[in-house]
């Protein structure tokens, strides 16, 4: 079995270490004999997208969303969209999550027209959402406890046809009102959780290169790796972070 990974825009969306979660599905998927292959694409970088099985952007600023506006509406945009409707996978967060949403209109008043590939829109407040926080997966995405690190101005309002990717235990999540955290439609996964997300929510990667694989293969079982280290940092954070006050 293999999956081929498209990282999108790595030289631009990379905040605090998202690619870290590149690494990470692939070293889960050669520790059971999965191959995987990662192709960077950036701005101006043209491929053909649905030979993909799985995406990956990353979060940025508010000035480097805007910078991408003029590559996603030059085909990338339109590709990323049947690659959703597709079924293909999708890991995005933050900046890259709010991409896939139908707009971001920033705290000083941008509008920035983006993919509208899952229904939610995302408005910038003057106060930031920053912190160690955590969340609960919702049942479709396997129902374990994620730990991570939010850092947005954008707060995110979801669509009627979409559940959110979990229920916030503590922090912020899409906006700080109604304790959704991110999306899940289809195999999109659009979360908040910086950090990067996969190494220390093990369970969470699983349930990401599992939709993958069953897109592409059918049935497919994910032999249990030896996560002893993985889960003890995760429930160490877990911890820690819900009982800060
Ligand atoms: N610019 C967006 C916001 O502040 C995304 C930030 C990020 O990716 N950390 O809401």
């Given at each position: 079995m293999k999956l081929s990974i498209c990282h999108l825009y790595p030289e631009v969306l990379n905040l605090y270490g998202d690619r870290g979660n590149i690494i990470c599905m692939e070293k889960r998927l050669n520790w059971r004999g999965i191959e995987c292959e990662v192709t960077k694409l950036g701005i101006g970088d043209t491929e053909d997208?649905?030979?993909?099985?799985c995406f990956f952007i990353g979060g940025g600023q508010d000035f480097e969303q805007e910078v991408l506006l003029s590559d996603l509406n030059s085909g990338k945009g339109q590709e990323l969209k049947s690659a959703v409707e597709d079924g293909k996978t999708f890991l995005c967060i933050c900046g890259g999550y709010q991409m896939m949403g139908h707009y971001y209109k920033t705290y000083d008043g941008n509008t920035c027209e983006f993919l509208g590939a899952v229904d939610f829109y995302t408005v910038g407040s003057k106060t930031r959402m920053i912190d160690n926080y955590a969340f609960q997966l919702g049942e479709e995405s396997g129902g374990s406890t994620v730990v991570g690190f939010e850092n947005h101005s954008g707060k995110t309002y979801l669509g009627k046809g979409v559940s959110p990717l979990g229920t916030v235990l503590k922090g912020f999540g899409n906006n700080g009102e109604d304790k959704t955290e991110g999306v899940r439609y289809k195999n999109v996964f659009g979360s908040y959780s910086h950090g990067p997300i996969l190494p220390k929510n093990p369970a969470f990667c699983d349930m990401v290169l599992q939709t993958a694989l069953e897109r592409k293969y059918g049935k497919a079982t994910l032999e249990p790796l030896e996560d002893a280290f993985e889960n003890a940092a995760h429930d160490t954070v877990l911890e820690k972070i819900l009982k800060q006050e």
């Open positions: 997208l649905s030979k993909f099985d």
